[in-house]
């Protein structure tokens, strides 16, 4: 890149229930960054919002936004996806040089306004899929999770285990919504099936939550923050909509979408250079797909990495938040990741802290079964 | 910054309206040869796959796919999930009983078709099971004409 960009700070929040509106939890969240930075809205040189027409019920949905967020006759734009993709937006802002700052918004309502599943149900084909009826996003991970377990000869106690290790994680975590506390492979194997192998606590819960997170050029970074984490490196890809043409229990776009980040950084050896990841694994069995497609764990070495290596204390951790499992604001999703990453990197992360944090990985997803990837490096 | 507990008056605000798509002449064929028992794909003149249901664009050769051809009606299960729930606009529901999905690799295709699946156990669940197409007894060139497949 032409010019370094770092994160200068973030605000985030989530519940089941966060008994708000949009327009406050903006504000909230805006203007609370701002406050812990020390600025006001004339410090801010572009902003974009990662929010869901859909999922607000109107179309446009930011035409109300622009006082809680500060971007009153500003300049103000919105990517309808995942908020990492909005990062990618607002680093190319920046990376053009009429940018100093760029502002992230992102939220999903979908613990109290609306339902998470219409989200993808909504996605899928209106003349195909929607008229059939067999596909939705919660028979699709049953497919995605049987397909990965059968491929690498794994049993369902896997994703128990991967599940029972992120709502550990997550408990320990006060930016998550969901935690059990002490979670355990059978308390996991004692909720319900939904799509067999795929059970309601292999699942995100329905969530509200947002997060804001300001972007700097170097410069004004450093004016604006002691610890600057640093933006080394992104990318993005996408694959076929087609369930039927994709191998689901691999992600090929992530892998795409990770060559490029890791290009970008001049990583050679993921699996040796990264020190964390923190991915959008919105169903237990993702977790282990994407970290493969990242390069971090090679295919079929699952059993082994949940027995401690990517663990909190272990070599190299995935998730150690918690991940979506914890917390699913749909479009904030990606930068919650990104959130949790930056903690990780200015050890601040509390009792989910890795040992080594240097270098990190995040991902943000979008569509059936991760159809859509992107990856970013982050570093000290 | 931490506001108190409230209560809002909480409005129930319905999205009710009408969307008239076009589904598109490959689908509409696709559909016709179901009247007929027969199942269509598309072939693409590039990497000559064949994928079912027909469709018309080929995303890695990024090319239009010209010729429909009729495929086999007998497969092999590749993969499938055993529903116990359904969704009924975005709520989790109980299913009546589990039910049985499968993405199946009918003969002479490269993509995986989606249907419900009778017949085979969890237990007898495995991929490259062979399975056939199971048609309604009365025809109307509808989705539901396919009605589900079933053990050879």
Known sequence: ?380 | MEAPAENFFTPVVPLDFVYNYRVGPYIERYLRGFKDKKILGSKCPGCGKVVVPARMYCGPCNRRMEELVEVSQEGSLENYTIGHVILEKGAIKPAKGPYMLGLINLDGTDSLLLGRVEGVSVAAAKPGLRVKAVWKEELDGDFKDLDHFEPV
């Open chain 1, 1 to 380: 890149m032409n010019r370094k960009i770092a994160i200068a700070g973030y605000r985030m929040k989530a519940a089941s229930d966060l008994v708000t509106t949009r327009e406050r939890l903006t504000f909230e969240l805006t203007r609370g960054l701002f406050d812990d930075l020390g600025i006001d809205r004339d410090h801010v040189g572009t902003t974009i919002f990662a929010t869901n027409d859909f999922l607000d019920g109107r179309t446009i949905s930011n035409v109300f936004l622009d006082p809680p967020a500060g971007v009153y006759m500003r300049d103000e734009s919105k990517v309808e996806m995942d908020g990492l993709s909005a990062l990618v937006y607002a680093c190319m802002r920046i990376l053009s040089g009429q940018y100093e700052t760029a502002l992230l918004v992102a939220f999903g309502l979908c613990g109290s306004q609306v339902s998470p599943y219409l989200h993808v149900e909504y996605t899928l084909n209106p003349t195909y899929d929607r008229q059939l009826g067999l596909l939705n996003e919660l028979s699709a991970a049953g497919l995605q999770a049987r397909s990965f377990l059968n491929k690498f000869g794994y049993s369902e106690d896997l994703l128990d285990e991967i599940a029972a290790r992120n709502l550990r994680n997550a408990a320990l975590n006060r930016d998550q919504a969901r935690g059990i506390k002490d979670a355990s492979a059978k308390d996991i194997k004692d909720s319900s099936y939904l799509y067999e192998p795929l059970r309601e606590l292999h699942t995100y819960p329905a969530t509200d939550g947002g997060c804001a997170v300001l972007l700097a050029s170097e410069t004004k970074a450093k004016e604006l923050t002691d610890k600057p984490v640093w933006i080394l490196g992104m990318g993005q890809s996408i694959e076929s909509y087609y369930l039927g043409e994709r191998n689901l229990y691999e992600s090929r776009s992530t892998r795409e979408a990770s060559g490029r980040a890791y290009a970008m950084a001049g990583i050679d050896k993921p699996e040796a250079e990264v020190d964390f990841a923190e991915v959008s694994s919105l169903f237990a069995q993702q977790e282990p797909i994407l970290t493969e497609a990242l390069g971090l764990y090679g295919p079929g070495d699952a059993e082994k990495a949940y027995a401690g290596d990517n663990g909190i204390a272990g070599s190299l951790p995935v998730n150690p938040s918690g991940g979506p499992l914890g917390a699913h604001p749909i479009c904030a999703t990606g930068l919650f990741r990104l959130n949790e990453a930056i903690k990780q990197l200015r050890g601040e992360a509390g009792k989910n802290q890795v040992k080594k944090a240097e270098i990190g990985v995040v991902h943000g997803q979008d569509g059936v079964c991760a159809q859509q990837n992107t990856v970013v490096v982050l570093g000290i």
